[in-house]
């Protein structure tokens, strides 16, 4: 696993550009990035985004998927081997689907908005936002749990700093 | 009350400029040496280090651009701040702990010192230092502009200096960061931070509280008038799209590992397990001071859109005329000061940063040795980095704007793209060579000049941070695994082990 963790994230590093590059050659439809607003100088509208999420939906669709699994395979890569239990494992993988499940929701939802035209609201925000503005930032806030909560367990044990001070003794005793 | 608005918004200011100098000169007997200076002797604790850190997130951009950002394209800006939580947790996982580790071992006082450690590479350590001062120099040149053009806004309004130039506004907020700066070095920079740091959390909550009582509907109505305008633009990817906030979501969410005058603040904290509590303290103080941000331009977009007043000329002038419209004389005052406080704190970590390059790491890395006497040299260039920024800034607004704008792009998307791999990843992947971090620093900056030099549009609103970000992670493992299996110094692998 330790050596074949780097080389998985070097997999999704590529398919990131690979998906970056395939959403950079998609023919573009008019205002992929928004448009000047009808009445209101210094304002942008949105334009056709049914458009947009048609031509390259799919692959941000992955691009982002691809980025949360980055942003946890590093979470992983970041705990020394000795401290990668099967329970962090574990936490990782809730800390992968509550990301993903945040993300198919909001993705999925903005989707149903562009079809219907209709949306619920949650504490102040169309859904599809809501989970956006919630969602990403709960989803954010179970790794941080998982650092502060099991910081001895797997960032950094009473063990670990008895190394690193038996280290500096050792750095400090060949410079004298 | 509202008959002395002018007076009370100038009267907050100047009480909290004043207690920025008292700290700079309570600093100044605490600043005895060079790493007094650079990284306050690594004595801080959890809540000074947490308010420090969350107050260098959050530029004068959070406060000016980022309501400006929401009423110009809705709900893509979001993207920004919502993803906070992912940056500052993965910010921790793989920085924190070894950077302060190798701080102590070897003595690092600049995030250059821990690169040539890492990779025991002189040109590595060039390399970093040398994008750093690209990347102060245009920081501090527009956050110098920013305080400035606001501080002239707000004199103008009084009788006194109604004619006062932007000239004399650049001397004069510039004098108080220069003073606390060069009088108490990160000590005062920390310090003034846990000032600047609760003024913003008093003003982010104060303006949720005035924003949601706008509409007699709270927030829920506002978002309705904008979604009714423009459905898109109260979408997650708003006016400018799914890529371009997707990027924003890469840049901001993973690069913050990757700015220098945040993770420095990693290496300053007095306890390694203090890191526990500071992840959260800071996470909640970025988050509340930030609740600005979208509150103002939501609230600011959802007003002018129904009518209730002129479209404003500028998006950035999002903020202020929300504070003249619907803000208090007091709470107005709060969030200048607030403002200034942004502005200030980032600007003072930068031009430290900025200080430690030049008369820390350049020299180490050309001659081999640092220079003679660094705390006089620390404080000297201090003022002179300030003045080139200053300089700058007032170039870029009376005669060319390319200077700064091209400065400005070794931003926050230059440094996520170019120390995001060597740093962040480095720190905890043996195999990363010194090739790899050439390669993936070169890259990101080529890059960023290039696009910004010939004014290179990328489609789908893919913007040239993300595509120098990608590249430069592709480049540091590719180059990283064509090359030799690097040796590591042998206190260095036994950080990595641990």
């Not at chain 2, 702990?97 to 060039?126: F, H, N, Q, W």
């Not at chain 2, 979208?294 to 009518?307: D, E, K, Q, T």
Request: hydrophobic content about 55%.
């Amino acid at each position: 696993m330790d050596r074949v963790l780097p080389y998985v994230i070097f997999a999704v590093v590529l398919a990131m550009a690979a998906l970056l590059l395939l959403i950079g050659i998609t023919e573009a439809p008019v205002n992929a990035a928004g448009v000047a607003h009808d009445t209101i100088p210094a304002m942008q509208a949105g334009g056709d985004g049914a458009a947009r999420l048609k031509a390259i939906g799919g692959y941000a669709f992955a691009f982002n998927c691809m980025l949360l699994l980055f942003a946890i395979l590093l979470c992983v890569l970041s705990v020394s081997p000795g401290k990668r239990t099967p329970a962090f494992f574990g936490w990782m993988t809730i800390t992968f689907a509550v990301n993903i499940l945040v993300w198919q929701q909001m993705y999925f939802q903005h989707q149903a908005f562009l079809e219907t035209g209709d949306t619920g609201w949650f504490l102040g925000f169309p859904t599809a936002t809501a989970w956006q503005v919630y969602g990403v930032w709960f989803a954010g806030v179970v790794m941080i749990a998982i650092y502060s909560a099991g910081f001895r367990r797997y960032i950094l044990s009473e063990e670990d700093e008895r190394r690193f001070e038996e280290l500096l003794r050792e750095s400090r005793d060949s410079q004298e | 009350m509202e008959a002395y608005r002018h007076e009370i918004i100038l009267g907050t200011i100047i009480l909290y400029m004043s207690l920025c100098v008292l700290i700079g000169l309570w600093s100044m007997g605490r600043t005895r040496n060079a790493s007094d200076f650079f990284i306050a002797g690594r004595t801080l604790g959890p809540i000074v280090v947490s308010l420090a850190l969350f107050a260098s997130t959050l530029s004068g951009f959070g406060f000016v651009g980022g309501p400006g950002l929401v009423y110009s394209i809705g709900v893509s800006s979001f993207w920004m701040v919502v993803i906070s939580a992912t940056a500052f947790g993965l910010g921790f996982f793989l920085v924190s702990k070894r950077i302060r580790m190798i701080a102590e071992l070897r003595g690092c006082m600049t995030i250059p010192d821990v690169i040539a450690a890492r990779y025991g590479s002189e040109l590595a350590r060039l390399l970093v230092a040398v994008t750093i001062v690209l990347g102060v120099l245009g920081y501090l040149a527009t956050q110098i502009l920013a305080m400035s053009v606001v501080m002239q806004a707000i004199l103008a309004d009084t009788e006194m200096f109604a004619d006062i130039s932007l000239l004399s506004c650049v001397v004069l907020s510039s004098t108080v960061l220069v003073f606390y700066c060069v009088t108490g070095g990160v000590i005062a920079s920390v310090y003034t931070d846990v000032l600047q740091g609760l003024v913003m959390m008093v003003a982010g909550f104060l303006i949720l509280i005035t924003a949601m009582q706008t509409f007699d509907g709270g927030l829920r109505e506002a978002s309705e008038i904008v979604l009714a305008d423009d459905g898109e633009s109260m979408m997650p990817f708003g006016a400018a799209g799914i890529i371009t906030s997707l990027g924003w979501f890469f840049i901001f969410g993973i690069g913050l590992a990757g700015q220098p005058h945040i993770v420095t603040k990693m290496m300053m904290n007095k306890n390694l397990a203090d890191n526990r509590s500071i992840l959260p303290l800071s996470l909640l103080g970025y988050v509340v001071a930030a609740l600005l941000w979208i509150s103002i331009g939501l609230v600011m977009r959802a007003v002018v859109v129904s009518g209730g007043a002129e479209p404003l000329t500028l998006p950035d002038d999002a903020a202020a005329t929300f504070l003249a419209l619907f803000a208090s004389p007091l709470l107005a005052g709060i969030v200048f000061a607030a403002l200034f406080a942004a502005i200030m704190s980032t600007s003072d970590a930068f031009l430290n940063i900025g200080t430690a390059a030049i008369i820390h790491d350049i020299p180490r890395a050309v001659r081999g040795r640092p220079v003679e006497n660094e705390l006089l040299w620390a404080r000297v260039v201090t003022v002179i980095l300030a003045v080139v920024a200053a300089g700058f800034a007032l170039f870029s607004y009376y005669r060319d704007a390319t200077l700064v704008a091209l400065l400005g792009a070794f931003g926050w998307s230059t440094f996520a793209a170019s120390l995001f791999p060597v740093l962040a990843i480095g720190l905890n992947w043996k195999r990363a060579t010194t090739a790899g971090a050439v390669a993936a620093v070169s890259s990101a900056l080529a890059i960023n000049f290039i696009v910004q030099l010939a004014g290179i549009t990328l489609p789908w609103g893919i913007t040239g941070g993300l595509a120098a970000f990608v590249t430069s992670l592709v480049l540091f493992f590719g180059v990283s695994y064509a090359t030799p299996l690097p040796r590591l110094a042998r206190d260095i692998d036994r950080v990595m082990e641990i």
